[in-house]
């Protein structure tokens, strides 16, 4: 099983620029969900997804957009980037995103804006 | 502010040695987990606990939850090499899993 899948791996930017990190899971989970760390600052979340067609902000949604059209896919964008947005990126996935389900990461996204 | 406070910081230790690492919040949670991040790759789940007071085992790893649901810690005996990593708790917050900042244990050998 793949489980979680990002894509890119690395990516550089110049300041204004826009792009969109992929996320895809082949679990069949219901809940996904967006995180960026910061050295020092742990995992904070960015948007998470119940189900299709249903998305909402966590606790960093500021200069970042999702979108769930299908169960498998979540990807993240970013329409201007700036370089607070420099930070490892990694996707999660959980079967039903209740408070005792495990999260299945991906390998993260390594983005530097300049 | 974090709403989880890990600590310490940073841990460096030689092999063989036992430590703990503690994750504190000032409010009551319904469970918590424990991740393990190794360099370049995603956290893994090492436990989720759930009742007050609760110990479980993995291994040489010793997780404890809190008898009033605030705390926890996790303590490692005759550390290893392999157990260097970043250690990550979270607790649930209705849909969301925040994080707390982490431990980031170096073990010598």
């Known amino acids: 099983n793949a489980g979680v899948t990002q894509t890119p791996k690395f990516q550089v930017l110049k300041t204004g620029q826009s792009m969109t990190l992929q996320c895809a899971q082949d679990?069949?989970?219901?809940?996904m969900s967006w995180y960026r760390q910061d050295p020092g600052m742990g995992l904070r979340l960015i948007h998470y997804?119940?189900?299709?067609?249903?998305?909402d902000q966590g606790e960093v949604p500021n200069g970042y957009n999702v979108s769930r059209s299908t169960t498998e896919d979540f990807p993240l964008r970013l329409l201007s980037a700036a370089p607070s947005q420099t930070s490892v990126y990694f996707c999660?996935?959980?079967?039903?995103?209740?408070?005792?389900?495990?999260?299945?990461f991906g390998e993260g996204s390594r983005l530097t804006v300049l | 502010t974090q709403l989880l406070e890990q600590s310490p910081q940073f841990l460096s230790i030689q092999e063989g040695e036992n430590l703990t690492v503690y994750c504190n919040s000032s409010?009551?949670?319904?469970?918590l987990q424990w991740y393990r991040q190794e360099p370049g790759e995603g956290p893994v789940l090492l436990v989720t606990?759930?009742?007050?007071?609760e110990v479980k085992k993995l291994k040489r790893l010793t997780f404890q939850f809190g008898d009033a649901r605030k705390d926890s810690s996790l303590h490692i005996t005759a550390a290893q090499p392999g157990d260097t990593g970043l250690y990550l708790c979270?607790?649930?917050?209705?849909?969301?899993?925040?994080f707390g900042a982490g431990t980031i244990l170096r073990v010598k050998s």
């Open positions: 999660a996935s959980s079967k039903t995103g209740s408070n005792t389900g495990e999260l299945f």
């Open positions: 679990m069949n989970h219901e809940y």
């Open positions: 997804s119940v189900g299709a067609g249903i998305t």
């Open positions: 409010s009551v949670f319904s469970s």
């Open positions: 606990v759930v009742t007050g007071g």
């Open positions: 979270a607790r649930d917050r209705g849909n969301k899993l925040v």
